[in-house]
């Protein structure tokens, strides 16, 4: 007699054999990679930093969950390319995640981290911002001589009524514009600005079109134009990666607080993937890579998760391509 499993999904034959597939495997999670995060995170005390700046109005007795998990949730998720708050009520049980936040068990589910989001409010997203700049300057061991700050801003359309919307006439539709600041590769804001612009005043077509830069540096105007400011372009990638691998423009709410607290979020995944290109993958293939490509190259690996009372091992994939980066990165990871 047959043994129908409702589970099973069956295949065509291969080789004359029977072929199916089932979600009965255990304790496998696709993001073996997870502890790299976890890692970069333990070096920079970003998420820390972040949870303990941020005001837990919650009664304690009733918390299961603390805000210090909750952040690192919702930091290292879209690091591992999950994009959407609705992604959590999978991922709460995924034990890689778990054990990158450290936790033993289920974590929060999206109806809980909605109600963080929707509690945050204009000081929560500037300490946010303090915590995103305080890592920054922690990170040199002392003072550099100088620091160039690029300031930019993009388009991140919106639908529906959401507060601070504004038509852009240029883009032709409704959005927000967020203004992001980088030093080099790392960022140290994304803020949404509620900026109204009437008139834009240009003479057309090919007319004047003049065109102002504001800076603080010594040096002839021209030269500062063409080899100073005319050579930083690299920061309109850095907003791409912001933007389409960690999900910046997922700002969905109705309200304008929780889309502000979900910007910095976003940036503070940027800062750990590119504390791993930094740290990890300096000098080899990877040194200048996207995030985008971090993430399916190191991060993205099937692994089983074993848990016990004295110890827990992660078996990764014996198909891993990148079998040997992955453990220069883990050791060059290793605080201290």
Known sequence: MTDCNPHSIAFPHCKGRLMEASFSGGAITSDGGAVLLRQADRILGLTDRAARSLTDTRRKASCRHSLLTMVRQRVYAPALGYEDLNDHEELRSDPALQTAVDADGPLAGA?????????????DAVRLHEALVGQFIASFPRPPRRLVLDFD?????????????????????????????????RPLAAWLRSRRVIVKAEHA????????????????PQWLCDRVYCARGDMENRIKEQQLDLFADRTSCHAW????????LSAMAYVLLEAIRRIALAGGELARAYVGTIRLKLL?????????????????????????????????????
């Open 300 to 336: 993205k690996i099937g692994a089983v998760v074993l848990r016990n009372t004295r110890r827990i091992r992660l078996p990764l994939s014996n198909s891993c391509p990148h079998q040997e980066l992955f453990h220069t990165a883990a050791a060059r990871l290793q605080p201290g």
């Open 153 to 185: 801003a993009t388009d991140d359309p919106v639908h529906g009524g959401r507060e601070g919307r504004f038509f852009h006439g240029y883009h032709n539709r409704y959005c927000f514009p967020p203004l992001y600041v980088f030093c080099g590769d």
């Open 257 to 264: 607080w929780p889309n502000q607290y979900r910007l910095p």
């Open 111 to 123: 109806s809980t981290l909605c109600r963080i989001e929707q509690g945050m409010g204009r000081e």
């Open 205 to 220: 077509v090919r007319g004047a079109n003049p065109r102002y830069l504001v800076t603080s540096l010594k040096g002839a």
